[in-house]
């Protein structure tokens, strides 16, 4: 899953990028507002964590733009503001939750994996092809009556291999997407991620799920 942080301090938003990160979520991070929703609006986002008092165009305004053109993705402010009518006006433009700073990095993760869970409880719920079943709101993998463990990591994989089924992703398309890395800068990453993912998910099932193209990269498909 794909969050964006848009939050004017460097030093917060790297640490925000950096522990959620480490719990499977790809991150992009915006310093401004104008860049923030630029990016909100362009890219495919699960949730947006958002600062209030930022440079060029402030939270307030990135929040009512992004509901005025549509744009549902769940929103979590995160944010210095802290008085009633800071957090009623959020509310009101639309965010999804608020949460002030300070803040426990626990409760933040807890706060977004809850408002993940609702919303692909809306708009995913399960995902069953062949006898693999994904449970994207509670990160449940099952192949048949087999529970199958997996890291936050593998996970992200898996979905995002499912979500596009049928379609051949290139080594660098992965990289790209789970990792928010070039490529270039390892390229054993993919091939040691899908070897461990296969170990778990296919290897001791008769259908194979995940398959190597030769000279292009990987596509989950039953065959």
């Known amino acids: 899953m794909r969050i964006l942080i848009i939050e004017d301090s460097i030093r917060t938003a790297d640490y925000l990028k950096k522990g959620l990160t480490e719990n499977g979520f790809v991150v992009d ?3 401004r507002g104008d860049d923030g929703l630029h990016c909100a609006l362009t890219i495919n986002y699960d949730l947006i964590v958002l600062d209030v008092m930022l440079p060029e165009l402030d939270g307030w305004s990135v929040l009512s733009e992004l509901r005025k053109k549509g744009q549902q993705t769940p929103v979590l402010f995160l944010t210095a503001c802290d008085k009633v009518q800071d957090r009623v006006r959020g509310l009101t433009l639309g965010a ?12 933040l993760l807890a706060r977004i994996y809850a408002l993940l869970k609702r919303g692909q409880v809306r708009q995913i719920g399960k995902i069953k092809i062949a ?8 990160h449940k ?5 087999t529970l199958i463990e997996l890291t936050p990591k593998e996970f992200v994989l898996l979905n995002y291999l499912v979500q596009n089924q049928g379609q051949v992703l290139s080594r660098s398309t992965i990289a790209e997407h789970v990792w928010d890395i070039n490529f270039e800068s390892d390229r054993n990453i993919v091939d040691v991620a899908i070897l461990r993912l296969r170990a778990k998910v296919d290897d001791l099932f008769e259908i194979k799920l995940i398959h190597t193209v030769r ?8 065959r």
């Not at 999804?96 to 409760?107: M, R, V």
């Not at 006898?131 to 509670?138: H, M, P, T, V, W």
């Not at 000279?215 to 039953?222: D, S, T």
């Open 131 to 138: 006898d693999l079943e994904i449970d994207s709101a509670s």
């Open 141 to 145: 993998v099952m192949r048949g009556e």
């Open 215 to 222: 000279g292009a990269g990987y596509v989950f498909e039953k």
């Open 29 to 31: 991070a915006m310093h």
């Open 96 to 107: 999804d939750d608020y949460l002030i700073k300070p803040f426990a990095f626990s409760e």
